[in-house]
């Protein structure tokens, strides 16, 4: 069964930094696409970021390009999300997910979800 379990969200002033993690289990990375996505109030669940298992290719959003970097550590089975430059507008719960394969960065493409983690950034 796979299970993922993020942490690190949190409180955090504008243009500061927080790192979430996303603890896995029950599945080999090199298999798996893993996905960084967030849900803002009255907002769609958007994909912030995605890191392929097989090849560590990665894939950023726009609104996060320069600014979040995701990497994995595949003897952990963790991923982590590094936000810096913090904005209001990235305030929102972050979910980690993960899928067989590599489709694309969109929430539909993911079918694993953890429990998410709320990340507030005051202005």
């Known amino acids: 069964e796979v299970q993922l379990v993020e942490s690190g969200g949190g409180l955090v002033q504008a243009g500061g930094s927080l790192r979430l993690s996303c603890a896995a289990s029950g ?4 298999d798996y696409a893993i996905g960084w996505f967030r849900q803002a109030p009255g907002k769609e669940r ?11 290719s990665t894939y950023y959003a726009d609104s ?3 600014r979040f970097t995701m990497s994995s550590d595949n003897a ?9 430059s913090l904005k209001p507008e990235d305030t929102a719960i ?15 493409d ?3 979800w953890g429990q998410g983690t709320q990340v507030t950034v005051s202005s």
């Not at 599945?27 to 090199?30: A, K, P, Q, V, Y």
């Not at 952990?76 to 810096?84: D, F, S």
């Not at 972050?94 to 539909?108: L, V």
């Open 27 to 30: 599945f080999t990375f090199d």
């Open 46 to 56: 958007e994909g912030v970021s995605c890191i392929s298992g097989s090849d560590g």
């Open 64 to 66: 996060v390009k320069g």
């Open 76 to 84: 952990k089975n963790t991923v982590y999300l590094q936000m810096n």
């Open 94 to 108: 972050y979910y980690c997910a993960a899928t067989w394969g590599w489709e694309g960065c969109g929430p539909a």
């Open 110 to 112: 993911f079918d694993s």
